[in-house]
């Protein structure tokens, strides 16, 4: 059974610019999670998604956006990059709602210059 | 406000020796708490799940246990192996919310 897949693995954008990660969970899970996780603020809850719709949301500004596919595969886009916004953004997949398990992708690394 | 705790923040082992980690949270209502071992540029990977009625889980060689009256965790690493150098995040879930709160994690190294 296949894993959660994040992809790209790898990325470097300049200030300004705008990146979509995908993530494509383990099959037959509904849910879909994305977290920041940065060296000195540990994992940052961003979003969930669940059958498409949004259930839950972090306190990341307003250029941090998500969606859902009908095949449950996730994008996030972040919009006019900052520095600070360099980090491991992991996405996190599970059958429901976020009291069950959730298996973890390798994460996308982004760095932003 | 929901919280979790870890301590220490990093920790520095000799391989074969036991070790254990903690974790205090103030979240409530209390749902589940999870370990995750997460190695350097990888996702976590979960250890053990335990809900309120659980004291103790094992997992190999890691045992977790559950106080929830004081609202204390801990992970005990026994015969430490080199394989076990990683960061050790402590995540707990509220029942009234679907969101995780992490701790922001013990950095273990074992040294041979």
């Known amino acids: 059974k296949a894993g959660v897949t994040q992809t790209p693995r790898y990325l470097i954008k300049t200030r300004g610019q705008q990146v979509t990660l995908s993530c494509s969970p383990i099959?037959?899970?509904?849910?879909v999670s994305w977290y920041q996780q940065t060296p000195g603020q540990g994992l940052q809850f961003l979003f969930e998604y669940f059958s498409e719709t949004q259930r839950n949301k972090g306190n990341f500004p307003g250029r941090f956006s998500g969606r859902q596919f009908s095949n449950s595969r996730s994008e996030m886009n972040v919009s006019t990059l900052e520095l600070g916004d360099s980090a491991l953004y992991l996405c996190?997949?599970?059958?429901?709602?976020?009291?069950?398990?959730?298996?973890f992708g390798q994460g996308t690394r982004l760095t932003v210059v | 406000k929901n919280q979790v705790e870890q301590s220490p923040q990093s920790l520095i082992i000799l391989e074969g020796k036991n070790c254990t980690l903690q974790?205090?949270?103030?979240?409530?209502?209390?749902?589940?708490l999870r370990w995750y071992k997460q190695d350097t540029g990888r996702g976590p990977v979960s250890l053990t799940i335990m809900t309120f009625s659980e004291n103790t889980k094992s997992n190999g060689r890691y045992t977790a246990t559950l106080d929830a009256d004081t609202k204390q965790s801990s992970l005990h690493i026994t015969a430490s192996q080199l394989s076990d150098s990683a960061s050790y995040i402590c995540?707990?879930?509220?029942?009234?919310?679907?969101?995780?709160?992490f701790g922001t994690g013990t950095r273990l190294q074992v040294f041979p």
């Open positions: 996190a997949s599970s059958t429901g709602p976020t009291n069950t398990e959730a298996f």
């Open positions: 995540v707990v879930s509220a029942s009234n919310t679907d969101k995780l709160i």
């Open positions: 974790c205090n949270y103030t979240v409530s209502p209390f749902s589940n």
């Open positions: 099959s037959g899970h509904r849910s």
